[in-house]
């Protein structure tokens, strides 16, 4: 399960339009987390050249970068994911698309947009980054370090399963600078494992959580999932309790979906369901506002739609949020996504069309978008929005436009809705508003991008 808030990446879906939830709350097929704006259906192979424009520009001196490498296999796929993986690679063929991505990063070193400039943070996604042997890690990291320095990075955050752990990997994955360490367990109930196809099992969660506490990493996150197939208000509760227990400096919290693409939504397209079998938004809702209030009682602050941390002014995911303050984005390795300067772009999206471009030497860019500055407004308005509260200064002072102006009708309505409070220099979500954030951004999309398909 990706960790990063902010769903990157993912498969393209079928030409389907965003679903909006049905008046009586079941959850159907399709994707309900915004993660970009716009939306990805609006991204074309006509755009690529924009993308090489860009790089061959001068570099920004006030833009961060980031570094995102995707590590797309794993040992099993589960029954929800709809991400890029592979489970028949072998070690040859694994080495080889880590080789392709060392490619890949050397040719972006030497654009003129991106040479010389240290990133500020770098995330492994997957899939599973944990997936991979110690030697393949080291190795992996070291050639990363000496094509693009990591002297000054301030994150390094890392994905990992962890039935893929043992202490002696966590170890080294400490050793190369994994500063936010991301356990994927999603419930501690081995049942609702094994229903939703995950390949782990609880005591490998328990002796995961238990390793990296004691080798010390700076940040651990641990992933939830509320309305797993099978998933009971009891169950629920026990995993918060138990999450509580190992006391994690960050929680982060999904509500189930099933988007397209994945092993629910073929069975139902096979049986003719059109309901998911998985937890109405009611009920999801319910439970996340449940776990908010216990990690709450137990010292945590919530920091965002998904997340709770245990201490706000130290516990911080840069990737997150300067992703969401429109930061460039580096993206290697196999359907991945990036931004260069307002210019937003995905890599092709299978391992094969991904490897040939490498070979021939070409970027394996498929997909892009150049973004005006409007756009650029409403991608930060909305994706920050997550967060619970937005300043009225802060895009004031960077975009020159007052946004309780520019988004008046949808805050008038989003208020009205009981969800939103606007009070001197804040815009913010009440609890209710936070927990389906991402059915109300549609209202602040520009016309054309509404009611088109997301992805």
Known sequence: MDTSEIGQPTEPAPDLKHPLEKPDGATEVGSYFVANYPPFSFWDTGHVSDVMDRLEGPAPDDVNLGLYFHIPFCRKRCHFCYFRVYTDKNAAEI??????????????AKMPYIAGRQPQFVYFGGGTPSYLSVNQLQDLTSRMKDTLPWDGVEEVAFECEPGTLTEKKLEKIKEIGVTRLSLGIENFDDHILELNGRAHRSKEAYRALAYAQEIGFPQINIDLIAGMMDETEDNWKRCVEKAIEYGPECVTIYQMEVPYNTTIYKEMKASGKLTAPVADWATKRRWVSYAFDEFVKAGYSISSAYTVVKNPDQVKFLYRDSLWAGA?????????????????????????????????????????????????????????????????????EKYGVDVTERFEKPLKYVESEGFLTIEGDEIRLDREGLLQVDRLLHEFFMPHHRDARYT
Do not use: C, W
């Not at 080889?96 to 050397?106: D, F, K, P, T």
């Open 328 to 396: 460039d984005l580096l993206a290697l390795g196999v359907a991945s996504f990036g931004h260069m300067g307002g210019v937003h772009y995905q890599n092709q999206a299978d391992v094969g069309p991904y490897m040939m471009d490498l070979e021939a030497g070409k970027l394996p860019i498929y997909r892009a978008y150049p973004t005006n500055e409007e756009e650029r407004l409403v991608r930060e308005f909305i994706l920050q929005l997550k967060l619970g509260a937005v300043k009225i200064s802060y895009y004031k």
């Open 95 to 108: 080495n080889a698309y880590l080789n392709a991505g060392i490619q890949e990063l050397e040719m972006y």
